[in-house]
Each structure stands twice: as C-alpha cells, then as structure tokens.
C-alpha cells in the first residue's frame, strides 16, 4: 500500500460522502400505561434495505403481538406478527415481563415507513424509519463507546447531541457495556430513555460486553445476559454454530460484522468473521467489538482477541475496528499506516487510566490518545472514501486533551483506489 495525502476537509475532499441525506425523524418517546407496548428498539436484519426487526416488551402476554408498516408517501401495507422472546427473571435482568420480536420483510429500499407496534392492550408509535438504499450512495453511521454508568444523565446528552448534530445517519453502533449492574431493571429502563432518540428510527447494532454477562465484575448476576437479549434481537445469518452475540449485515456499500469479545467461542467467530470477510461483495468492511486486540488500560490485555480475531483483520485488511471496554479514547495501527485503523471509545462518564503498554508490547502504533473524553464517532461513507471523526461529547475532572465538545479529537480519512489499494491519513 502506498500512503498518499488527502485533504483536511470535507469542502475540500469534494466527497459526496460528506453531503447531508434527508434528516431521520426523532420518534417521540413511548407514552401510555397498562398494556401499551414499550421499550420499541429496531435491530438490523442481514439486508436492512428490504428487511427490519422489532423488538419490544409488553405488560402482559398478549396472543396478537404484530407490526404494521406503510410507506409514508402512500403503499401497501406491511404486517408481521411477534414471536415471544425467552422469558426473564426479575431476580437476573430486573424484570420478568414478556418480550416479542417481529421482522418486517419485503420492504423497499431507500424508503421511508411509518410503523406502529400494537397489541390488544394497545398500541406504540407511530414511529419511523428510512430502509438503507441498495447501491453505494454516500450515507453516515454514529458509533458509541460504552455508556454503562448513568444513562440518564451524561450518555443521555452524548446520544441527543450526536443525533442533533447528524440528523442524516441511519445507523448507530454501541460497542458494549450498555449498562452496569444487569440485574437492576431501573438500569435498563435508563438505558432505553438515553437511546430513545435512535432506537425507533434507526437500526442499532449493539456489541455484547462483559458487563452484558457478568465477566470481570464482581457480585453480578445476569442469568446469560438475559437483559441483553431481552432488549436487542441479532440478524441471524443462519450458520453452524452461530451464537446470538455474533452476526453480520450489510449496508449501502459496508459490511458490518458484530462479534463477542467474552464469548467461550472464539475460535468459532475467526471461522465466521473469515467467511464473512472472504464473500464480502461491499467496498467497505467494519468490525465492532467490546474488547479489541489493543488494550488502553493499565495493566489490561487481551490476549485471545489479538492471536484469534486480529490475524483474521489483518488478512482481509478491514478498514475500521471500533471497540470499547477501556473507558478512554485511542486511535491507531498495527504495522502498515495504510492498514486497518483501531478506534477505541468512551461515551459514558466513568473513566479509567490511559496506558499505550499493551500497544507497544504488541507491535502497534497510538496515533491519538485521550482520557477521561466521552465522545461519539460519526462515520461518512462514500464509494471511494470511509471518513471517521471522533467527537468530544463530555469532560472528566482531569481530562486530557481538554477540549470544548463538539470539537473533532480525532479525524482519519480512508481512501481507496480503482484497484482498492487503500491510503489512510490522519490530521
């Protein structure tokens, strides 16, 4: 690979990547008691042009569970009846009420529905959602470190103002640790009030962490991450072996692949992840995970992630790895600048101490570094280029770099060529 220079802005980049797609609208939040149903999260399928899942809880176990999708400028309806997810316990996810999922399929690319979710006892929404295009026009991911600790308060903020300022993007990735104490159900119902500006609208891809299972964490209790699944519905993509924490989709031109860090299966995921990488028909391909190969907190390392998943990355080249799990902000790479670019981040309030040990015990290279700064990563995406930038959302006490939020602390542009040889700058 030959690194080249590239320009600093996106005014000067002339990408088509960088110019705004029709703003999403923010769905209102679930209102209603009884049996109207809650907690509406949309997860994506493996084609998320023509297809879309639902997933939400209700009050009481209902027979008639369904959603019912039209397209807002006029169209045949579309339908699709719920089936219960496995039941929970308020002793390991804090709440034993019924959850249910359903698939809306058949649906038009690059189209924009209005759904509701209905019941016997009553009906959420209507919300909306704009179905990806199936060709490489030029669109925008969010991305969001862990969040974990208060909900309701900083995370809150971080995911308001990176909707607000990129009302464009139709797809958020959350690497993990979503909320702390698992077994606590006022956890989760904070969880889904911080992510309610993005979760009836736009497909959430969410990473299972340690907390999600109660690794690493001391007295904890989550009966097999039975709020995780609860919450959150994977895109099964009907391989052997697969496990609901690992999956794949496509979109506009990338292919996402999700995997579990804290999964006793990670030989299983290499096979998959190799699969997918080798068929990958996209330009562009991402990997998200809650642990990545690279620690950034002292005296941390993840030594199956980097001998099992990161010769996988590495023999494809994929072009982004985002992770969380260290509570700080680094960006780098391992070996080749032109190479696959490691991003780790933090969108919640609790902060650990930064350290680029792990990275030079491994051979790799920090090119931006900061503790104790949320942020959130916003993701342009082109036919030619892949443009990150991470964004400053929030403070710690001892925060370094200070920076105001809303400035960019990080921006990498990934180039590729006719021939896909790859170029990465850094500024």
Known sequence: MKRGLVASTCAALVLAA???????????PEKGTGTTPTFVVLNPTPDPATSQTVTWRSREAFDDQRVVARPVGGGP???AEATRKAATSVRDSGSAL???????????????YRYRVENAGGTAGPYTFRTPRDDDA?????????????????????????????????????AGDVVNEPWRHGEWVDLMKALAPVRTSRNLAVSIGNHERCILVRGCRSGGAEGFRTYFTDPGNDVDGQ??????????????????????????QARFLDERLADNPNRWSVVLMHAGPFASRVYRTNTEVFSTILPVVE???????????DHVYTSGYHGDP????FAVSDSGPKYYQISGEDWTRRGATRTRWAKQVSTYQVVDVGPDVLHDRAVVAANGAAAQPRLRPGTVLDDVTIRKDAQGTKTVTRR
């Open 18 to 28: 960088c110019s705004p797609s029709t703003p999403q609208e923010t769905a209102p």
């Open 77 to 79: 309806q579309v339908r």
């Open 98 to 112: 019924p959850a249910y999922t359903a698939t809306l399929r058949g649906l038009q690319p690059g189209t924009r």
């Open 138 to 174: 030029p669109w925008t991911f969010l991305a969001l470190g862990d969040t974990q600790v208060d909900n309701a308060d900083v995370p809150a903020r971080i995911v308001r103002e990176a909707v607000d300022e990129h009302p464009e993007a139709n797809l958020v990735l959350h």
């Open 243 to 268: 496990q609901p924490t690992w999956y794949s989709f496509d979109q506009q031109g990338v292919r996402f692949v999700v995997l579990d860090s804290f999964g006793t299966d990670l030989e299983a």
């Open 315 to 325: 023999k494809h080249d994929v072009d982004l790895f985002l992770n969380g799990h």
């Open 338 to 341: 032109d190479a696959t670019v």
